[in-house]
Protein backbone atom coordinates (compact mmCIF):
# COMPACT_ATOMS: atom_id res chain seq x y z
CA UNK A 1 0.00 0.00 0.00
CA UNK A 2 2.89 2.26 0.92
CA UNK A 3 4.88 1.63 -2.68
CA UNK A 4 1.27 2.38 -4.23
CA UNK A 5 1.08 5.78 -2.89
CA UNK A 6 4.55 6.97 -3.45
CA UNK A 7 4.68 5.40 -7.05
CA UNK A 8 0.82 6.96 -7.64
CA UNK A 9 0.38 9.71 -5.16
CA UNK A 10 1.53 13.46 -5.93
CA UNK A 11 -0.45 15.31 -4.15
CA UNK A 12 -2.45 15.31 -1.04
CA UNK A 13 -5.83 16.80 -3.95
CA UNK A 14 -4.59 13.52 -5.34
CA UNK A 15 -5.23 11.22 -2.88
CA UNK A 16 -8.47 12.30 -1.39
CA UNK A 17 -9.69 13.68 -4.94
CA UNK A 18 -9.24 9.11 -5.83
CA UNK A 19 -11.10 8.60 -2.31
CA UNK A 20 -13.73 10.93 -2.77
CA UNK A 21 -14.48 8.94 -6.35
CA UNK A 22 -13.83 5.81 -4.68
CA UNK A 23 -16.63 6.78 -1.85
CA UNK A 24 -18.87 7.73 -4.33
CA UNK A 25 -18.50 5.51 -7.08
CA UNK A 26 -20.37 4.94 -9.55
CA UNK A 27 -20.68 8.71 -9.13
CA UNK A 28 -19.13 10.70 -12.00
CA UNK A 29 -17.23 13.41 -11.28
CA UNK A 30 -16.55 17.47 -12.99
CA UNK A 31 -13.66 19.48 -12.53
CA UNK A 32 -15.86 22.11 -10.66
CA UNK A 33 -17.55 19.64 -8.49
CA UNK A 34 -14.57 18.00 -7.44
CA UNK A 35 -12.86 21.69 -6.87
CA UNK A 36 -15.59 22.28 -4.70
CA UNK A 37 -14.86 19.26 -2.43
CA UNK A 38 -11.31 19.75 -2.22
CA UNK A 39 -11.25 23.65 -2.08
CA UNK A 40 -8.91 24.34 -5.15
CA UNK A 41 -9.25 25.89 -8.40
CA UNK A 42 -11.16 24.34 -11.16
CA UNK A 43 -7.51 23.82 -13.03
CA UNK A 44 -6.29 21.95 -10.13
CA UNK A 45 -8.89 19.65 -9.70
CA UNK A 46 -8.84 19.00 -13.93
CA UNK A 47 -5.46 18.03 -13.31
CA UNK A 48 -5.60 16.07 -11.00
CA UNK A 49 -8.34 13.88 -12.67
CA UNK A 50 -6.56 13.89 -15.72
CA UNK A 51 -3.72 12.85 -13.64
CA UNK A 52 -5.48 9.60 -12.12
CA UNK A 53 -7.13 8.68 -15.46
CA UNK A 54 -3.67 8.64 -17.08
CA UNK A 55 -2.58 6.10 -14.32
CA UNK A 56 -5.66 4.26 -14.88
CA UNK A 57 -7.11 4.63 -11.65
CA UNK A 58 -10.07 7.05 -12.99
CA UNK A 59 -12.42 6.49 -16.49
CA UNK A 60 -13.31 9.81 -18.40
CA UNK A 61 -17.05 8.82 -19.06
CA UNK A 62 -18.08 8.77 -22.77
CA UNK A 63 -17.44 12.34 -24.59
CA UNK A 64 -18.70 14.87 -24.15
CA UNK A 65 -19.24 15.19 -20.75
CA UNK A 66 -15.50 15.54 -19.33
CA UNK A 67 -16.48 14.05 -16.10
CA UNK A 68 -14.56 11.25 -14.40
CA UNK A 69 -15.75 8.28 -12.47
CA UNK A 70 -13.83 4.92 -10.82
CA UNK A 71 -12.34 2.55 -13.13
CA UNK A 72 -12.80 -0.67 -11.20
CA UNK A 73 -10.84 -3.87 -11.26
CA UNK A 74 -10.22 -6.22 -8.08
CA UNK A 75 -7.04 -5.99 -7.06
CA UNK A 76 -7.41 -2.16 -7.61
CA UNK A 77 -10.22 -2.19 -5.52
CA UNK A 78 -8.65 -4.54 -2.68
CA UNK A 79 -5.96 -1.70 -2.92
CA UNK A 80 -7.72 1.62 -2.57
CA UNK A 81 -10.33 -0.04 -0.47
CA UNK A 82 -6.92 -0.98 2.27
CA UNK A 83 -5.48 2.90 1.09
CA UNK A 84 -8.94 4.75 2.56
CA UNK A 85 -9.07 2.70 5.52
CA UNK A 86 -5.27 3.43 6.47
CA UNK A 87 -5.75 7.19 5.38
CA UNK A 88 -8.71 7.17 7.82
CA UNK A 89 -6.57 5.78 10.68
CA UNK A 90 -3.25 7.13 9.47
CA UNK A 91 -3.46 10.57 8.15
CA UNK A 92 -0.76 12.02 9.53
CA UNK A 93 1.59 9.11 8.49
CA UNK A 94 0.39 8.87 5.22
CA UNK A 95 0.19 12.76 4.48
CA UNK A 96 3.98 12.84 5.91
CA UNK A 97 4.58 10.32 3.25
CA UNK A 98 2.94 12.21 0.11
CA UNK A 99 4.68 15.65 1.16
CA UNK A 100 8.16 13.76 1.37
CA UNK A 101 8.29 13.05 -1.93
CA UNK A 102 10.65 14.40 -4.67
CA UNK A 103 8.38 16.53 -7.37
CA UNK A 104 5.68 16.01 -9.24
CA UNK A 105 8.40 16.63 -12.56
CA UNK A 106 10.99 14.75 -11.07
CA UNK A 107 8.98 11.43 -10.88
CA UNK A 108 7.00 12.28 -14.63
CA UNK A 109 10.59 12.09 -15.56
CA UNK A 110 11.74 8.90 -14.32
CA UNK A 111 8.60 7.22 -15.01
CA UNK A 112 9.33 7.84 -18.35
CA UNK A 113 12.69 5.60 -18.13
CA UNK A 114 10.57 2.95 -16.31
CA UNK A 115 10.08 -0.48 -17.79
CA UNK A 116 7.34 -2.91 -17.66
CA UNK A 117 7.17 -6.21 -18.62
CA UNK A 118 4.74 -6.35 -21.84
CA UNK A 119 1.20 -7.83 -21.66
CA UNK A 120 0.50 -10.87 -23.31
Excluded at 16 to 41: C, F, H, I, Q
Excluded at 59 to 81: C, H
Excluded at 101 to 115: C, I
Amino acid sequence: MDKFILEQIDTIPHLEALLLVWNSRPKEWSADEMARSLYVTTDVAAKVLRDLAQRGLLEEAPAPSGRYRYKSGKDQDDLVALVDETYRRELIRISRMVHSKAPSAVRDFARAFRFTKEKD
